[in-house]
């Protein structure tokens, strides 16, 4: 298996390197990527930021903090990118060509074990190489741009393990898949997407096991350490007070909707809160005066300080406080009572949960809103005084020359994610009902991954999360991609049918020959 895998390996560098048309296509994507980059930095000369956001991840670099509102990662790489500059420049010109170089990985992996179309070829390279959503989304100080590049190299790799396991295959699944969970929550759905790759995987079960614990174990002490840390500042263990704030918020979208004479008594724990967040809404059914209460499926209740979740933290628990609590440790305190009293009502509310929240939440991730990348720097033309400390600014005038700081560049996105779900849908009914998962050929593995990947990642967040844009950026390339290859693949059988001799997808045959074997 180990000088199989060497060939593999070796047979992967020669298709890059050594064939000429795919060494020009490297040279060539390459060059267009700085090209392009140094365009778009000529008209946006500065970072950009979600003034809110980004200054929390630079107050967790700036501080060496060891838990925050948002996960820890993004602020580690922060804090070790400043080691060797603070050129805000420098930053996002790493997150632009790491995602970049991440989309070439996994598009040349592909075209290495699925022999795709040359047209098929041609519109995903430029599909990923011309994308203007990598730009805005690289200049942006957020974990997002590194966030989706780790996880296309994760699942990149999850596609190496499928077809040319190795031990070290498994090291650094585990090193990818341990940082990509650093980043943000929802990696933790990769480490069951990463059980089916293994179970898909032809290597020995020990192997198997060994690539699925050393995962799982990772991830395991990463919560165990962050929970730890939890309960030294609060008394409590928990792992992410965020989920909690967000399930009750979560929660609120969907009680707001259920009518006086259908509430029904709550536990005694949690009589104030509800009693505060009723208030709440039997005050605001004037909509034409709160128009914020016509967004449906959104974060506000969680993050806007005079609404019902931060008046009860602050007048009723944390009342009688005389101790300057900071405010990290008020706000991790409500996680629990939060979490429990959101999953409460959603257990109390079910159909109004899936009328008011689920569904338009659905609605969200079929044409996520661009949000936060639909202006530059949050619509400000300051940022912060930490932002400012942090890459050495001379003021806090962030300018651009573009002439305004709204970006329309992006508008098309929702209705491209709309129809890649949709035509990603037909697409795998049509492989199933044409017996396309029946074939003996090593491309209905990619398919069930890249399945998978879509169902699960759609699931989570539908149910847990929330939908914008820049948080669907890798399950809108893979889907993307995916639907590429499944509109491909139906163009070469309708061709069979016609009985025009065209290439089949298929393994390459010199280094994976093992897996029919």
């Known amino acids: 298996m180990a000088t199989d895998q060497i060939n593999c390996s070796s047979s992967f560098r020669d298709y890059l390197f050594k064939d000429k048309s795919n060494k020009r296509i490297l040279i060539g994507a390459g060059i ?46 922060l804090r070790l990118f400043s080691v060797f500059t603070t050129s805000d420049t420098a930053l996002v010109a790493f997150q632009y060509l790491f995602l970049q170089s991440s989309t070439l990985f996994l598009l040349f992996t592909i075209f290495f074990f699925y022999k795709p179309s040359k047209v098929a070829q041609y519109i995903l390279l430029c599909f990923m190489i011309f994308n203007p959503l990598f730009l805005y989304l690289g200049n942006l100080v957020s974990s997002d741009a590194l966030f989706a590049s780790l996880s296309v190299t994760w699942f990149t790799l999850l596609l190496w393990i499928i077809h040319c396991p190795s031990v070290r295959l498994i090291i650094w699944h585990t090193f990818i898949i341990f940082i990509a ?22 290597q020995s079960r020990v192997l198997k096991i060994v690539g699925i ?3 799982a174990i990772a991830i395991g002490l990463f919560v165990w350490h962050t929970g730890n840390q939890y309960q030294k500042l609060t008394g409590i263990w928990q792992y992410s007070p965020f989920s909690g704030w967000q399930m009750a918020n979560n929660a609120m979208y969907a009680y707001r909707y ?19 967040i009723r208030t709440y809404f039997d005050s605001t059914r004037n909509t034409a005066r709160f128009p914020s209460e016509n967004v449906k499926a959104s974060t506000v209740y969680m993050w806007t300080k005079h609404l019902s979740l931060f008046k009860y933290r602050d007048s009723v628990v944390f009342k009688s406080d005389t101790s300057s609590a900071d405010e990290l440790k008020k706000w991790a305190t409500m996680g629990p009572l939060y979490k429990d009293y959101g999953l409460y009502i959603i257990a109390h509310y079910p ?47 962030v300018s651009t020359k573009t002439g305004g700081l709204e970006i329309h560049m992006l508008d098309f996105y929702p209705i491209l994610s709309g129809v890649t779900n949709v035509v990603m849908l037909f697409g795998l009914m049509c492989y199933f009902i044409l017996a396309g998962f029946k074939q003996n050929t090593q491309f209905r593995k990619g398919i069930l991954l890249g399945a998978t990947v879509w169902l699960l990642n759609a699931g989570f967040t539908i149910f847990a999360s929330s939908a914008a844009l820049r948080f669907q950026v890798f399950p809108i390339l893979l889907s993307s991609t995916f639907m590429t290859l499944l509109i491909d693949w139906l163009a070469q059988m ?24």
């Open 351 to 397: 159909r109004h949960f899936a009328q008011y929240f689920l569904w338009p939440n659905a609605q969200k991730y079929y044409a996520p809103p661009v949000e936060f990348l639909s202006t530059y720097n949050s619509g400000r033309a300051n940022t912060a005084a930490i932002a400012a400390r942090w890459f050495r600014y001379k003021n806090l005038r």
């Open 258 to 276: 259920v009518d006086s004479a259908e509430r029904k008594p709550v536990l005694p724990r949690f009589a104030t809160l509800d009693n505060m």
């Open 213 to 215: 614990s050393t995962g």
């Open 181 to 202: 969970f650093t980043f943000r929550y929802n990696a933790l759905i990769y480490l069951f997407i990463a059980i089916v790759a293994f179970f898909l995987s032809q």
């Open 494 to 517: 309708a061709s069979i049918k016609q009985n025009i001799k065209i290439p089949t997808y298929k393994s390459e045959s010199n280094s994976v020959a093992l897996l029919n074997s």
């Open 32 to 77: 267009v990527s700085v090209v392009l980059f140094s365009i778009f930095k000529h008209f946006y000369p500065f970072a950009s930021y979600i003034h809110g956001d980004s200054f929390v991840y630079l107050e967790t670099a700036e501080k060496n903090l060891s838990i925050n509102t948002y996960m820890i990662g993004y602020s580690m790489f």
